[in-house]
């Protein structure tokens, strides 16, 4: 019976005719776009970026445990040795085409080489965009060093360890 009066009266129709009727006279939160920035969480993953040392030299050590632990598969990496023995990569390539931002690469470098920055405009109009090599995100993380080594000190807390 007492829904057969709901059905008849139209009570959920009317319930939600009067919340939208009280919605339409509070303020509206609207964010102009790209003239205004919205709150960003200190923790957001964005764009990747490849950093260096402070004499200039890469960090990757090409371990590949970032490309071991990508559940997208979205990084190739090729290596070579160097004369004094070490190793360092000749080939890094992510496809932000098929990364899902996860972070397991950033959580997984030993030297906190590869990093996802704050960034989050940028675009690309094809597919051959959204493919970074090794010299541009070397490029990303070069430019937007200061930011990186702020954010992964902020960060350090969380993560366990204290070096930035």
Not at 73 to 80: G, P, R, S
Not at 134 to 148: H, S
Request: hydrophobic content about 35%.
């Amino acid at each position: 019976m007492n829904r057969f009066l709901k059905t008849w009266l139209l009570l959920e129709l009317l319930s939600g005719l009067k919340l939208t009727f009280l919605r339409m006279f509070k303020p509206r939160f609207t964010v102009l776009v790209p003239e205004e920035k919205t709150p960003q969480s200190p923790r957001f993953r964005g764009l990747h970026a490849l950093r260096r040392y402070p004499n200039g030299e890469e960090r990757c050590i090409a371990c590949k445990l970032c490309e071991a632990v990508c559940p997208a598969l979205a990084i190739t990496i090729d290596l070579a040795e160097r004369e004094d023995g070490s190793r360092r990569t000749t080939r890094y390539d992510l496809d932000l085409s098929k990364c899902m931002y996860c972070g397991l690469c950033m959580e997984s470098c030993p030297v906190d080489s590869i990093v996802l920055t704050r960034i989050y405009e940028y675009c690309g109009e094809k597919h051959s965009d959204l493919l970074l090599t090794k010299d541009i995100l070397l490029a990303v993380g070069d430019r937007y060093e200061a930011q990186i080594a702020k954010g992964l000190e902020e960060d350090a807390p969380y993560r366990g360890d204290t070096t930035p």
